[in-house]
């Protein structure tokens, strides 16, 4: 373990590389964020988002959280989400889940942690929800694998149902939903073609009516 103090040095070095490499870079990147990617992924230290798909700082806006969790209820998420749209007018998504995930393992053993196990109930949902398929995965690794996956894919969903990306598709603003998951073995990310660029595939309760909000606010 480094002492704390090899943190700041770690910095200078990195800094110091990256001004020689591409001179006015921090100049340039205080002045404007503009990424055209917003990553919602785990919390886990070895996950890094940016250096994952080799982006630099300012081409990433990013959001994490234990077991890469989109919820209705969760405000910090919902904040991001509309910044990300409304104001960065973001491109694409990317939920990005990883094998191995320790939230997600939790979830499924019914190991206790404590108070993330509140958070945690929301992957026992997906488990519950995909029950059938789950239950016929005899090996305990295949199957965690496969609640990952599954997970990053409700995750997608919920990104479908919500106002800010719904009202995004309706003003026609390009942007595409995407669920990914990264091996730490490896180090690449499976595409687990769920991707959604509009409205059309999600089940209708869920879909706003939003012509009908517009001439409700005139």
Same mark, same amino acid.
């Given at each position: ?8 040095? *770690?910095? !200078? *070095? ?24 917003? %990553?919602? =992924?785990? /919390?886990?230290?070895?996950?890094? @988002? ?7 700082? =300012? ?6 959280? $234990? ?9 910090? &998420? ?32 019914? #190991? ?6 509140? %958070?945690?109930?929301? $992957? ?11 239950? #016929?995965?005899?090996?305990? /690794? ?14 997608? !969903?919920?990104? &479908? ?7 995004? %598709?309706?003003?026609? #603003? ?24 509009? @409205? ?12 009908? &909000? ?5």
């Amino acid at each position: 373990m480094p002492d704390f103090k090899q943190l700041f040095v *770690n910095n !200078r *070095n990195w800094a110091d590389r990256i001004e020689k490499e591409q001179p006015g870079f921090f100049r340039q990147l205080s002045e404007q964020q503009a990424p055209e990617y917003l %990553w919602i =992924g785990c /919390s886990d230290s070895r996950v890094p @988002a940016n250096e994952i798909v080799g982006l630099l700082p =300012g081409e990433l806006f990013v959001h994490r959280n $234990v077991a890469n969790l989109v919820l209705h209820s969760d405000m910090n &998420c919902l904040s991001v989400l509309q910044y990300a749209i409304d104001i960065l007018k973001v491109k694409h998504i990317l939920v990005v889940g990883h094998y191995g995930c320790g939230g997600v393992k939790a979830a499924m053993t019914k #190991q206790r942690v404590g108070f993330v196990d509140n %958070w945690l109930r929301n $992957v026992k949902d997906v488990y519950s929800m995909h029950r059938d398929e789950l239950d #016929q995965v005899a090996d305990d /690794s295949e199957r965690l694998n496969r609640l990952i996956e599954l997970n990053v894919m409700e995750q997608v !969903r919920n990104l &479908c149902h919500t106002s800010f990306v719904q009202e995004a %598709w309706e003003r026609g #603003q390009p942007l595409t939903i995407h669920g990914w998951v990264y091996s730490l073995r490896n180090g690449r990310v499976k595409d687990l073609r769920v991707s959604h660029s509009c @409205a059309d595939k999600i089940d209708d309760i869920y879909t706003l009516d939003l012509a009908d &909000c517009h001439i409700s606010e005139k």
